[in-house]
């Protein structure tokens, strides 16, 4: 372990692999490309992937501990399901599919705004030295490269347009005749959501903007996770070549973003773990147990990710079905068949 390197410059952890043929979508140039071997390679994971893993080596041998972690089996899979989906297109109702991915998109866009976190000086907050660790990198190039991952860079676009593409790709038509501000209303999202009005859960002596940070980290991470029941869902259905077009150019690209989306686990996991097994430092110069400091912000995010955010979720799903299928004249029917191929 102690001849891997484990300190990196902003410029590294934001180089790219080297590629010879960019990835294009639907007529747009996306991040990330292929390899000489016609290997698909992330955004931004050329010195990133190998640091992450570095990190979390060190850190478990520091600690003797093992990373923090949710099993994907924690959250039930999406909703409609990927029989439900194919229905529904079969059955000319592909609204509430295209609701979907619309705001799946939005979401990672709105992502993006981790990108403006830019701790310094994070060392002041723990005991322990934090240096070669993932969280002195966190405002030094983790943050930001997962911004860029999802909103784009520059002429790049990110997994926000990428989703969009998958979907006009998919469906063979735009969404402009489509009202997206009302789907998004009807599937109860809006922007400034997440985390609005949050109640402190650690001590006074922590500094807020640490709390802010460290709470946004933990929600992100149990969406990255979820979202690979997502990841999977899409690509079943898109990847029917005989009932969506694209030939399956849409599900291809859905799993490009699921690898790009790895290396944001493996950071945040990683970076949450060190915070864990470190002893923090009030502002009043008071010691703090970072198993209990991290225990209550990650307990009850995790139950509200598990419990009201999914039925959340599921109820603005199937209020999006319910009012497409309304627009149909037996739409009663449709909804009908659609509820009866639903999970017991």
């Known amino acids: 372990m102690g001849t891997m390197q484990v300190a990196f410059t902003e410029e590294e952890l934001l180089a790219n692999c080297p590629v010879t043929e960019p990835l294009v979508a639907g007529g747009v140039r996306c991040h990330g490309g292929f390899d000489e071997h016609g290997t698909y390679r992330s955004p931004r994971t050329r010195y990133r992937v190998p640091a992450i893993v570095a990190w979390g080596e060190q850190n478990s041998e520091r600690f003797s501990s093992e990373l ?106 735009s969404c402009e005749e489509l009202d997206i501000e009302a789907m998004l209303a009807r599937m109860g999202f809006g922007p400034g959501r997440p985390g609005a009005g949050a109640v402190r859960l650690l001590p006074d002596a922590i500094p807020p903007e640490l709390e802010m940070m460290v709470s946004l980290m933990v929600r992100v991470l149990f969406i990255e996770i979820s979202a690979f029941h997502t990841f999977a869902w899409a690509e079943d259905w898109m990847s029917d070549s005989e009932l969506v077009a694209g030939d399956g150019e849409a599900a291809r690209l859905v799993s490009f973003i699921r690898a790009d989306e790895s290396p944001h686990v493996g950071y945040l996991r990683t970076a949450l773990s060190e915070m864990r097994d470190r002893t923090w430092v009030g502002q009043d110069g008071r010691h703090y147990a970072g198993t209990d400091m991290i225990g209550r912000i990650w307990d009850p995010l995790l139950a509200h990710s598990l419990g009201p955010a999914r039925d959340e979720g599921r109820r603005g799903a199937l209020a999006e079905v319910e009012f497409w299928c309304a627009q149909h004249k037996n739409g009663a029917d449709i909804l009908a068949e659609f509820e009866g191929l639903g999970a017991p």
Not at 97 to 105: D, F, W
Not at 118 to 126: C, E, G, M, V
Not at 147 to 168: I, L
């Open 68 to 173: 923090i972690d949710v099993p994907l089996e924690r959250w039930e899979r999406s909703f409609p399901s990927a029989g439900q989906a194919r229905f529904l297109i079969r059955s000319g109702v592909p609204e509430p599919l295209m609701a979907t991915l619309t705001r799946i998109g939005t979401v990672e866009g709105y992502g993006a705004n981790i990108r403006l976190l830019k701790p310094t000086d994070l060392q002041r907050h723990f005991v322990e030295d934090v240096g070669g660790t993932a969280i002195d990198h966190l405002g030094g190039g983790l943050f930001e490269a997962h911004g860029r991952d999802e909103a784009g860079w520059e002429e790049e676009a990110g997994h926000k347009d990428m989703w969009f593409a998958a979907r006009e790709i998919a469906f063979g038509r």
